[in-house]
């Protein structure tokens, strides 16, 4: 009876490995792999990372404006190259708005990033100066 089982498990496992559907599967998933395994970015420098991020805070502050019925008034983005970790560094976003009583509301967003996503001299600027801080200016409300 054992064998029996053996030579079923066998012939079924032939069977699959014959599959069109699994071979192209097989075949997609190592292409996949050998195109991933070549993507390697380029670092990119401070201030570049920062304006490309800073599409994404506007549309942050018009979502505040819009579903918070607030007002923007000012923010900054401060790069942070001492943290726990080694080989990270951080960007803590501060966005100020107003609320119709004139209270002053702080929204925060902290995100940690790997060094090596930067060059070397913003790598090295940002390690000389421990701080390195952007002005966040209003979005364009369209």
């Known amino acids: 009876m054992n064998e029996s089982k053996e030579n079923n498990v066998i012939n079924l496992i032939n069977h699959l490995k014959k599959s ?7 075949d997609k998933v190592e292409q996949i792999a050998v195109q991933t395994a070549s993507l390697r970015h380029e670092p990119i ?3 570049d990372l920062v304006s490309k991020l800073s599409n994404d805070t506007d549309k942050e502050i018009l979502k505040i404006i819009k579903h918070e019925n607030l007002n923007f ?6 790069v942070l190259s001492q943290t726990t970790k080694s080989n990270i560094f951080c960007l803590n976003l501060k966005l100020y708005f107003q609320n119709n009583n004139d209270e002053i509301i702080l929204k925060e967003k902290n995100k940690e990033l790997d060094f090596d996503i930067l060059d070397e001299n913003s790598k090295n600027e940002l390690i000389e100066k421990k701080s390195i801080t952007y002005e966040v200016t209003a979005p364009n409300q369209e």
Do not use: F, Q
């Open 20 to 26: 069109p559907v699994l071979n192209a599967l097989k």
């Open 45 to 47: 420098g401070l201030d």
């Open 73 to 78: 008034i000012g923010g900054e983005l401060i």
